[in-house]
């Protein structure tokens, strides 16, 4: 049971309804700008279904999720009311919750794919946070199933929402060349220059760092805050010249190349479902230090009952608003050959236990009953 959106009474949510007939389509976002770890969830994934021949439809929908139009929000309803089973990313499902309820009184079969529970995005105002959790209520409350990206996301449902029977299937890994790394170390951030990835904090820790060698890669997107991407160029213009790069999107072989030349993920968001980007980078046998009290700790020490679980942590987790804890952490890494060599090594054995993608295609169908 799930309380309604102005939780007044409960919501019954069939969990585990049979199956629909007809052929399932899976809902995706057309209109993000930039890769992200969502997007590169669902395509690999559906990479995963169709290679093991399970027929799923891609339907992009326009908008600009999670943020719609009226319009955004009437071209997904009729798009639902023409699929009898859908899997529907919950950046759309979790702002129209109307169209949700719609479509799935008018038997459409509907599960939700949270990669990131919509409040916990940072930037927000309260009463932007409150707006958005008013909403994603009641679309997981129209849902049949809802599956999460990872066991800290699940939890935050739960306790946000008081929803049960929420689901997890976990991001895989691709195998990868193992990183031969730099000298002097290279640093690597990898995400959108967004406050939730929390680029500013890293530049900030690296001013106290100047008389060591080193140099720092942050690599990605901007976000949708130009003052903040203006905030971490002004940063890195107190460094060092040459000390920090911003590349910008890199993909291809360009990304293969720069994970080559990379001896330590850094990654300290604010809020973090999972970090894809951490089990990639030990996917390359690259350690990470990582926001503690965030998803990215689960994929850097694997889950509790999981066959990284007794393997030696590679890496470590920071409080995300510690300046000087990270200063303090990176100077002793760049500083001790063996405590780099002994990360190292950690990173190396959990490369060797990295889960699949067809792993979490499987996990994710058996949650949707599909």
């Known amino acids: 049971m799930v309380e309604c959106a102005h939780g ?18 899976m809902l995706v976002p057309r209109d993000l700008p930039g890769p992200s770890g969502g997007t590169t969830y669902n395509t690999r994934v559906l990479e995963a279904w169709h290679s093991g021949g399970f027929t799923v439809t891609e339907v992009g929908v326009p908008g600009s999720w999670p943020h719609p139009s009226q319009e955004d929000r009437s071209a997904l309803g009729e798009t639902l009311r023409q699929r009898p089973r859908v899997l529907i990313d919950g950046i759309i499902a979790s702002a129209a919750p109307t169209e949700l309820a719609q479509a799935a009184a008018e038997g459409t079969e509907i599960a939700v794919l949270v990669h990131l529970p919509l409040p916990a995005e940072s930037g927000l105002s309260p009463a932007q946070r409150d707006r958005l959790a008013v909403s994603e209520r009641a679309a997981l409350a129209a849902a049949h199933a809802v599956v999460a990206t990872s066991a800290w996301a699940r939890d935050d449902l739960e306790a946000r929402y008081q929803l049960g029977g929420v689901a997890v299937a976990e991001p895989g890994a691709d195998a990868a060349e193992l990183a031969a790394g730099s000298t002097p170390p290279r640093l690597l951030m990898l995400g959108a220059l967004t406050p939730r990835k929390n680029a500013l904090l890293l530049l900030q820790a690296l001013t106290e760092l100047g008389d060591l060698a080193w140099d720092a890669v942050i690599a990605g997107p901007d976000g949708q805050d130009p003052g903040y991407a203006e905030q971490l160029h002004r940063a890195a213009a107190e460094l060092p010249s040459g000390r920090v790069s911003f590349p910008g999107v890199v993909a291809g072989q360009e990304l293969d190349t720069l994970w080559g030349s990379s001896d330590l993920l850094v990654l300290p968001s604010v809020a973090e479902t999972y970090g894809m980007v ?43 608003d510690d300046v000087e804890a990270w200063a303090r952490t990176l100077r ?28 979490a295609a499987q996990d994710l169908r058996t949650a949707i009953h599909w």
């Open 278 to 320: 951490v089990t990639e980078a030990l996917a390359h046998g690259v350690p990470a230090v990582v926001g503690a009290g965030t998803g990215a700790e689960e994929a850097l020490h694997g889950t509790q009952d999981g066959n990284r679980a007794a393997l030696e942590t590679p890496g470590t987790a920071l409080e995300p």
């Open 8 to 25: 007044t009474e409960p919501v019954a949510r069939p969990v585990n309804s049979a199956p629909h007939p007809g052929t399932p389509a």
């Open 332 to 359: 002793h890494w760049l500083e001790d050959d063996a405590l780099r060599r002994r990360w190292k090594s950690a990173a190396q054995a959990h490369r060797a236990r990295m889960r699949a993608w067809s792993d």
